[in-house]
């Protein structure tokens, strides 16, 4: 049997974010014959939801408790010291530089990084040459073609740029007793039409406008509930304290839940009449993937991944979104959906379409293939 490949992951967490995912997911299916793993973890997640799952299969898992940038530069060094990694595997944007220079300072084989949100949003306070660094790797990997499209919109290399398309979590299924303690929990009645967000509460994820949605559809669908699940993120709770503090000003505490992390995204999608996605910076859409893979009605923001996944009034809504204007796309969004509220077997089409495409289009074992053949040293 050939030595195995020894990959080194960076990640800034390590629990229900989108990249997060992703990684878990890749090192679940990748094969332990040919591969042994680690991963650094730079920042403490609020829910350790995943490190057993992957210790259990072998997988090495480095803690870094450390607030401060040198300490986790030094903890990085300690890591590639100690593992002596063939590759080192950058899975957020930002760390590429790290994975990129350490790479090269100690003579790696192979050195990967990655972009999953918008380069027109993320980079476009940045100069030119500082936006370069978020691309530093041999390969990048980004899991949406709308990506390689805005980097060459802007003028970056995207001849290092390789596609590979999200893992899908294929054993998933909604669970009957946690559905029923979430509409107990959320005092949802048979009469509610509820619709489901899932993000954690950072600026990109647009839950605010999200809100004035809401508010705007209450007006006219009373019996709405809104459940927005995701986490605080550390440095960021203002965005969480931002959407309480909306929440008040609208009066609406029975309509609009912000529900903290919850494990089983599945069960909570599967109680959605309507799945919607307001971010405006985005790859692809792990939540939306779920969503579709439920045969549940969708709406989104045209961002991203998601107009490679949804196909406007085929098998879902997908809505432009501008800040300049905001009270206009409010007004349209909110239309839209209480027309959709008003058809239920037009929902019934889009989440039967979704699924469809979803079967057809995604397939973990093609997946698990494109990260072999990154994976292959020459």
């Known amino acids: 049997m050939p030595k195995k490949i020894k ?3 960076l990640s800034s967490h390590l629990g229900i974010g989108g990249s997060e995912v992703q990684l ?12 042994n793993l680690a ?5 403490k997640s609020e829910h350790y939801v995943f490190n057993d799952e992957l210790r259990n299969r072998g997988i090495k898992i480095f803690q870094c408790n450390s607030k401060s940038v040198l300490l986790k530069l030094i903890y990085t060094l300690f890591v590639i010291i100690k593992f002596k990694p063939d590759i080192i595997h950058s899975w957020n944007s930002y760390i590429n530089p790290i994975a990129y ?4 300072l100690f003579f790696i084989k192979k050195i990967i990084g990655s972009f999953r949100g918008s380069p027109l949003n993320e980079l476009s306070n940045y100069k030119n040459w500082k936006k370069k660094f978020f691309l530093l790797g041999d390969k990048i990997v980004v899991n949406s073609t709308e990506i390689i499209i805005e980097l060459k919109e802007i003028k970056l290399d995207s001849d290092k740029v390789i596609f590979i398309p999200n893992l899908i ?3 998933k299924i909604p669970n009957q007793g946690t559905k029923n303690k979430f509409l107990k929990e959320y005092k949802i009645s048979n009469n509610d039409i509820i619709i489901v967000n899932i993000g954690n509460y950072r600026p990109e994820k647009n839950q605010k406008f999200l809100i004035e949605i809401i508010h705007q559809m209450s007006k006219s669908i009373p019996n709405i509930k809104c459940l927005i699940v995701g986490q605080k993120i550390e440095g960021k709770e203002n965005i969480y304290l931002e959407l309480c503090e909306n929440i008040d000003k609208y009066n609406l505490k029975e309509k609009v839940i912000l529900t903290g992390f919850i494990k089983d995204s599945v069960s909570i999608i599967d109680l959605a009449d309507i799945y919607i996605h307001t971010s405006i910076s985005e790859g692809t859409s792990n939540a939306i993937i779920e969503a579709m893979r439920l045969k549940k009605c969708i709406v989104t923001t045209d961002v991203g991944g998601a ?23 409010t007004n349209n969004f909110s239309n839209n959906l209480i027309e959709l509220i008003k058809n239920n077997k037009l929902r019934e089409t889009y989440g039967k379409n979704a699924y469809n495409f979803l079967a057809i289009n995604y397939n973990n074992s093609k997946t698990i293939n494109l990260f072999d053949n990154i994976y292959k040293l020459k």
């Open 169 to 171: 979590e294929e054993n």
């Open 39 to 43: 991963i650094i973890i730079y920042n």
């Open 307 to 329: 107009k490679a996944l949804i196909t406007n009034k085929e098998n879902g809504l997908i809505l432009p979104h501008n800040k300049i204007n905001e009270q206009f796309y």
């Open 101 to 104: 220079f350490f790479g090269k």
């Open 7 to 9: 990959i080194l992951n």
């Open 24 to 35: 878990r997911l890749a090192s679940l299916l990748l094969s332990p014959n040919f591969y």
